[in-house]
Every structure is written in structure tokens, then in C-alpha cells.
């Protein structure tokens, strides 16, 4: 596609709930990066992955966040037991080379209730 | 381990002015990459400017140019000429070596352009 296209752009969770976003990448693109950005914060790091593997999913902060990629293009982030913690905005990039030119959708806002 | 900081939260500017907006890096890695994303209030993340680390010459891209001072750690944004377009959260960040090239994102700068 044109661009990093994120969905659902917006989402309302109970506690407990599970939830799953997804990101379409940038075709071609074998790099991509899994963010959450907080109110006022900058981007934190979650997971990468380089072609269909986790390469770095260093960033998780717990055995509840689980992310994807089985044919190396769409990835799904998925979030068990969901808590209010778990509110923030899931950026998604994707990058050809991983040098630079990161290219970020527009963001999954999550909201749990 | 790579750690970027902007210590303005907040900073405002007249239309057509110049405003310079601050970063400044920690990493052991000799090699690296700094950049620049504009994230207005829709949220998504626009890419401005890159420079790399072995680049003598300061990135420039339009009105948006990068003061990169490596013996300082610092890779400061100047934009010129402000337009109230510019007004949104400029983040600073910066990857590293080692085949992940997984960037590390300062905290950002709220930019408030005047007319």
C-alpha cells in the first residue's frame, strides 16, 4: 500500500478483555516496529521484527503483550487481560532497509475502560 | 544503551520566525543515526530529517535543518521561517548499530507557532 495503515484507529476495551491491533505495512517493507505512546510521552519501544521473526521484543512489558508477523508483511499486536495501563496509542513503522526512513501509521488509540 | 533528551516541553515562536528546538544524545555506539518526526494532532509521526553520525555536513531538508554538534551530543532542529502549520510535537530520536536499528525516542517538544 501507499502507507502504514493501522487498525482499528480507535478502540474501546473493558478490563479484563482482550484485544488485538493490526498493522499493514508499507509493501516491501521488511522491517517493522511496534510503539506505545503515552499522554505527553514519546514513542517506547515494544517489538521488532525483521521479515516473519521477532527480533527484538525486548520492549514487551509483560508476558500479556504478544505481536506476529506470520508471513512477514501484516502484523497483529495482541493484549491479554487488558488494564486500564494498557491505555495509550500503538504506533506501528515499517522501514525497508531498517537504516532510516521509518514510515509510522497514524496509530491505534486504546482505551480501556 | 541509547537515551535522548529534550529538555524544552514547550516552546512558542512568531509566524516567520526561526525557532530552535533542542536534543541532545547519550550512546557508546560510534556509529549511529539522529532524526527529527513532526507528530501534529492527528498523530501520526512525519518524518522531517536525518543526519548520520559520519556526515560532515549538517542535514538540511527545506526549512527544517539539523545543528549537529558530535562532540557536544547534541543534534538541535532549526526551523525557519514559521509557519502556523508548524505547530505540533516535534520528537527527536536517534537508532544505533547492530542490524536492529530500533529507534530511541525523546520525550518531545510541544512547538506553538503565533501568527
Redesign the interface.
Known amino acids: 500500500g501507499a502507507g502504514v495503515s493501522q487498525t482499528p484507529s480507535n478502540k474501546v476495551t473493558e478490563k479484563g478483555k482482550y484485544v488485538e491491533l493490526r498493522c499493514d505495512p508499507i509493501s516491501g517493507h521488511t ?1 517493522l ?1 511496534w ?1 506505545r505512546q503515552s499522554l ?6 515494544l517489538i ?1 521484527f ?1 521479515g516473519t521473526g521477532a ?2 521484543d525486548s520492549g514487551l512489558p509483560n508476558d500479556r503483550f504478544f505481536a506476529v508477523r506470520p508471513e512477514g508483511s501484516v502484523s497483529t499486536l495482541k493484549i491479554q487481560r487488558t488494564e486500564r495501563g494498557d491505555s495509550a ?1 500503538y ?1 506501528c ?1 515499517s ?1 525497508a ?11 491505534t ?1 486504546l482505551t480501556v475502560v | 544503551a541509547q537515551k ?1 533528551t ?1 529538555t524544552q516541553p514547550g516552546m512558542f515562536v512568531q509566524e516567520k520566525e526561526a525557532v530552535t528546538l533542542d536534543c541532545t544524545y547519550d550512546t557508546s555506539d560510534q556509529s549511529y ?1 539522529l ?1 527529527w ?1 513532526k507528530q501534529p494532532s ?6 522531517l530529517i ?1 543526519q ?1 553520525s559520519y556526515d560532515e555536513q549538517n542535514a538540511t531538508e527545506g526549512r527544517y535543518s539539523l545543528n549537529f554538534q558530535k562532540a557536544r551530543k547534541s543534534a538541535n532542529l532549526v526551523i525557519s521561517a514559521s509557519q502556523l502549520g508548524d505547530s505540533a510535537m516535534y ?1 527527536c ?1 536517534m ?1 544505533g548499530v547492530g ?10 517538544t510541544s512547538l506553538i507557532v503565533h501568527p
Open positions: 522491517a516496529y510503539y505527553g510521552q514519546g514513542p517506547e519501544f521488532y525483521q527480533a527484538d496509542v504506533l513503522a522501514s532497509t531498517g537504516e532510516y526512513g521509518y514510515t509510522f501509521g497514524s496509530g488509540r | 535522548i529534550q543515526g532524526f518526526y492527528s498523530g501520526e509521526m512525519i518524518f536525518y548520520g520528537f530520536a537508532r542490524g536492529s536499528y530500533i529507534p530511541t525516542f525523546g520525550r518531545g
